[in-house]
């Protein structure tokens, strides 16, 4: 069994990690971190759990510890992350001395020689490890998933991407207040409305979208060739993000082939038949009201993205449109990190 560290175990990314690790066959809960609030209690003590599932007798009586990496047992072989993004910045530098990183937090993100990956869309961008060692003399790494509703985004595109010219996107969300963490939208704020403001999320997605669909070039990625407009918006749905993606391609748009590729779409995890990896990253609905949060968030484990509503776009030449549902807290957040540390295990531990 391959020990492991959470930090940021008390959040709502952080009860996801323990969540989805709890009898996980490779890897083993051996230390959990959170803020200087936390350090010191017993798990269950410090942390006001959220889950529909109960917390695991394995964590509760296990002591927070100071998100410090001198205070981690050189045991613990990777560390997942799960913090606010500034703090992120000064400590994941810090554990990537010793330990494996897998972070989730966007401040590591496209940075030179860490590389941004999920793993059925961009595994090659692992090859970067070498030399992010190499250049800052650690024994560790960093490895980083992308924001939540590009993980689920991506999936779907990448099919497309490998089979059609796409000149352009435009992507509308829909996203759960559980991407904002727990104190993150006042439920005066939700309740009855809908936020259409979701801090940086558009310039993540219209960046990392096209650098994870991108080539890499000895250790500099050239992002693909097409544009992508998103608009974000928060609604009144606790976890799952919904997408209504427009796509015009070069190209007559055929439904059914586009339905098929999705469908049929598999990648490395696959191949490799990694514990967290859905049997298909892609599911293809027909009903004419799916996907829907509530129904479709938690496909194939919640590791699922489902597509729906696949259709011609009549507006513009050569362009299609669907809806897609991806859980943002597990593929969009602790089980994406969960599934680059399953490859990293597989093929470079
Ligand atoms: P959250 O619910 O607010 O949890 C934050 C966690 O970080 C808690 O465990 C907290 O510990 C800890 N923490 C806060 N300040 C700290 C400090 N100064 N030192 C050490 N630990 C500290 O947030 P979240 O939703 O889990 O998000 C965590 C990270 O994942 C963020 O970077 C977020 O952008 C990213 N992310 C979230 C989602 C999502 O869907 N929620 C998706 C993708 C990525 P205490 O309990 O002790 O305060």
Redesign the pocket.
């Known amino acids: 069994m391959v020990k492991v560290g959470v ?9 996801r990690f323990i969540q989805l690790l709890d009898n996980h066959p490779d890897f083993e809960i051996a230390a959990l ?7 010191g209690k017993r798990y269950e003590d ?2 006001t759990w959220y889950l529909d599932t109960p917390m695991p007798d394995s964590v509760k009586g296990m002591e ?1 510890i ?2 410090d990496p001198a205070k981690m047992s050189k045991d613990v072989e990777i560390v997942f992350s ?4 500034d ?2 910045a000064k ?1 994941e530098p810090a554990y990537a001395k010793d330990f494996v990183v897998a972070s ?4 590591m993100r496209m940075k030179k020689d860490i590389p941004l990956v999920i793993p059925e869309v961009n595994p090659q961008f692992l090859d970067m490890i070498d030399a992010q060692q190499k250049a800052n003399d650690w024994d560790g790494f960093i490895v980083t998933n992308p ?2 509703s590009t993980i689920a985004l991506t999936l779907t595109l990448k099919p497309i991407y490998d089979n059609f010219n796409i000149n352009r996107i435009y992507v509308s969300t829909m996203q ?1 207040v ?7 939208v006042p439920s005066m704020a939700i309740v009855d409305n809908l936020v259409p403001y979701i801090g940086g999320e558009e310039e993540k997605m219209e960046s990392e979208s096209l650098y994870l669909l991108g080539e890499l070039d000895g250790s500099d990625v050239k992002p693909a060739n097409f544009s992508l407009s998103a608009s974000c918006h928060r609604v009144a749905v606790v976890d799952g993000h919904t997408e209504a993606v427009f796509i015009e391609l070069d190209e007559e748009a055929d439904i059914d082939k586009i339905k098929d590729k999705m469908a049929n779409f598999k990648g490395l995890p696959q191949e490799l038949d990694l514990y967290s990896a859905p049997k298909n990253p892609v599911i293809v609905k027909e009903e004419d009201d799916r996907p829907q949060p509530r129904l479709d968030r938690n496909a194939s484990g919640g590791m699922a993205a489902t597509v729906g509503r696949v259709r011609k776009d009549n507006a513009f030449d050569n362009s299609f449109k669907y809806v897609l549902v991806g859980h ?2 597990i593929r ?2 602790a089980g994406a990190s969960i599934l680059n540390a399953e490859l990293i295990n597989k093929q470079i531990l």
């Open positions: 930090l940021g175990a008390t959040g709502m990314v952080g009860q971190a959170a803020s200087s609030r936390s350090a410090a942390t927070v100071e998100t799960s913090l606010p993004t703090f992120a400590v989730n937090a966007s401040a924001n939540c759960a559980s991407g904002a963490g727990y104190n993150g943002n807290t969009g957040a």
